[in-house]
């Protein structure tokens, strides 16, 4: 299995541009998790889905953020419209227990 | 939210030396994890520990856990210019598999 998989690697944007994030999970795993990392606030959960269905968006920071996955296999973290206060790393994780995978990660650059 | 708190922030030994990094968390746990992040990387699972185990082995690592204390360490021997990131502790919050994390300890190893 190649791992979870996320596009793009790097993202360069100007402020107000809409963003899409995707991530493919391993194939098999059932839990999927958006986390974004900055080095003011570490590891964030943003959004956490079972079965396709979120469990838990409480992390999600405003309604400019949201989050889909249509299918077991593909899954997006949208942010319209984009902000500097953004720029951060994020990841997609998945899971069929406790121990995650993770994807390289997507740099988000907001300008 | 961060739950486990490690320290020390950051550590920075010779290579061949031992490296100790301590977690701390706040409520009962099930289980704990650690994990490693290499610059520019996403996290790569180590090893996890049951609470109901005290001590754990995996290759040159060695973990602990003392739930009475509400604490964990994750010793490292022999250390390796390789070994150089962040190391992240995970406790579980709930039955659907979300995790909390600690804000990391960055390693440095000296050639």
């Known amino acids: 299995d190649a791992g979870v998989i996320q596009s793009p690697r790097h993202e360069v944007t100007e402020m107000g541009q809409e963003v899409t994030l995707r991530c493919k999970p391993i194939s098999g795993h059932d839990y999927l998790f958006w986390y974004r990392q900055t080095m003011m606030r570490g590891l964030e959960l943003l959004i956490y889905?079972?079965?396709?269905?979120?469990?838990?968006d409480s992390g999600m920071p405003e309604d400019r953020f949201s989050a889909k996955m249509p299918n077991a296999s593909f899954s997006t973290l949208k942010i319209q419209p984009s902000e500097p206060r953004d720029s951060a790393v994020y990841f997609c994780?998945?899971?069929?227990?406790?121990?995650?995978?993770f994807g390289p990660g997507t740099r988000l650059t907001v300008t | 939210s961060q739950q486990g708190e490690e320290d020390p922030q950051a550590l920075s030994i010779q290579e061949g030396e031992n490296a100790t990094m301590n977690c701390s968390y706040k409520t009962s746990i099930n289980n704990l994890q650690w994990y490693r992040q290499n610059s520019g990387r996403g996290l790569v699972h180590l090893i996890l520990i049951r609470s109901n185990e005290r001590e754990k082995h995996s290759g040159r690592l060695r973990v602990t856990l003392d739930t009475s204390k509400k604490s964990s360490s994750l010793l490292i021997t022999a250390s390796r210019a390789a070994d150089t990131a962040s190391y992240f502790c995970a406790t579980d919050l709930d039955s659907n598999y979300q995790l909390i994390w600690g804000a990391g300890t960055k390693l440095i190893i000296k050639p």
């Open positions: 889905f079972n079965n396709n269905v979120p469990i838990d």
């Open positions: 994780a998945s899971s069929t227990s406790y121990e995650q995978y």
